[in-house]
C-alpha cells in the first residue's frame, strides 16, 4: 500500500514490525463493535457506500435504468496521530533494548474508540446514523436491573420483539459497564448469575463497551442483511513525515462505514 508511504521512513523493519503488531493487539482488545458486526472489505479505494434495505427496486423508463430506495454515504477516515522522538530511537539502538512503543498504544486505543463511537452514535456532521440514534429502530422500556429478573425479562422481550418482526438468527446484547456490573449478581432461587442466565437467551453475544453512555442497553439482530460495517483501508499505520524537529510523525488510519440496512433489526432499551 504505497499511500501509506512507509518507504520514506528512514527506519528499519523491525521496528515497522513492532509498531504493526502493536498497533493490531491494542485494536484487539479495545474494538467492540466488530465483535459482533459483519465485515464487509471493499477495497482500499472505496469511497462511499451503498446501503441497500429489503425495499430497493429498479425504475426502468425510456431505456433508462435508475436505483430506487438505495442509500449513498460517505466512507469517512477516521485517524490518530502520534510521534516517535529521534533521541529516543537512537539511544534505544546504543543501548540494547527496545524503543517505547506506549505512544502507539495510546493512538490505537483512540481510533478504537472512535470507531466505536461512529458505529454507536453516528455522526451528525456527516449525515451518518448510529444504532442508538437511527431512524426506525425499536424500543423497550428498560426496568430495575438491581432486583428481581428485570434484566433477563427485558432481554427476552427484545430477542421477541426482534423474532416476532421477522428478525430470527443471530441476537447480541451490547451494554455500558454500569449495566454490566448490574447484570453480575447471582439470581435468588437459581443460583447462577444473572448475566450467565442471559447469555443463554442470546444466541449471539454479550458485550460489554466504554463507548456506550451510562445506562445505555441495546439488543440487535447481527446477520449481514440487516447490518454490516463497511471497511475500505482497515486499520493500518502510515509514516507521515519526518518533522523539522527531526522527530518522526505516524498516523493510524482507517476508511469505515456502518450500514444499517434494517433499522428494525435494533431493539434499544431505554
Not at 459497564?177 to 442470546?202: A, F, S, W
Not at 493500518?236 to 456502518?258: C, G, K, P, Q, W
Request: hydrophobic share 35%.
Amino acid at each position: 500500500m504505497d499511500f501509506l508511504s512507509r518507504d520514506d521512513m528512514p527506519l528499519d523493519e523491525t521496528l515497522w514490525d513492532r509498531i504493526d503488531n502493536e498497533v493490531v493487539e491494542t485494536s484487539k482488545k479495545h474494538l467492540k463493535g466488530r465483535r459482533f458486526l459483519p465485515i464487509f472489505h471493499s477495497g482500499s479505494g472505496s469511497n462511499v457506500a451503498y446501503v441497500d434495505g429489503h425495499e430497493r427496486t429498479e425504475n426502468f423508463k425510456d431505456g433508462i435504468v435508475v436505483d430506487e430506495n438505495r442509500k449513498v454515504i460517505s466512507l469517512p477516515q477516521l485517524y490518530s496521530d502520534f510521534w516517535l522522538y529521534w533521541r529516543d530511537i537512537e539511544h534505544a539502538k546504543t543501548q540494547g533494548y527496545s524503543v517505547d512503543l506506549s505512544a502507539t498504544t495510546y493512538a490505537a486505543k483512540q481510533l478504537a474508540r472512535r470507531e466505536d463511537e461512529l458505529i454507536f452514535y453516528g455522526n451528525n456532521d456527516l449525515g451518518l446514523d448510529g444504532l442508538l440514534t437511527v431512524k426506525g429502530s425499536q424500543s423497550l422500556k428498560r426496568g430495575d436491573w438491581t432486583t428481581g429478573e428485570n434484566s433477563f425479562q427485558d432481554i427476552a422481550k427484545a430477542v421477541t420483539m426482534l423474532e416476532t418482526n421477522g428478525f430470527s438468527g443471530t441476537h447480541s446484547l451490547i451494554v455500558s459497564p454500569d449495566l454490566y456490573l448490574e447484570l453480575e449478581r447471582i439470581q435468588p432461587g437459581t443460583g447462577l448469575l444473572e448475566v450467565d442466565r442471559i447469555k443463554n437467551v442470546l444466541s449471539g453475544k454479550l458485550i460489554k463497551s466504554t463507548a456506550l453512555k451510562p445506562k445505555t442497553a441495546i439488543v440487535v439482530c447481527n446477520e449481514q442483511p440487516y447490518m454490516d460495517l463497511q471497511v475500505g483501508v482497515d486499520i493500518s499505520t502510515a509514516y507521515v513525515e519526518l518533522a523539522d524537529n527531526m522527530n518522526h510523525h505516524f498516523r493510524i488510519l482507517e476508511t469505515i462505514a456502518l450500514r444499517i440496512k434494517e433499522p428494525q433489526a435494533i431493539v434499544i432499551l431505554k
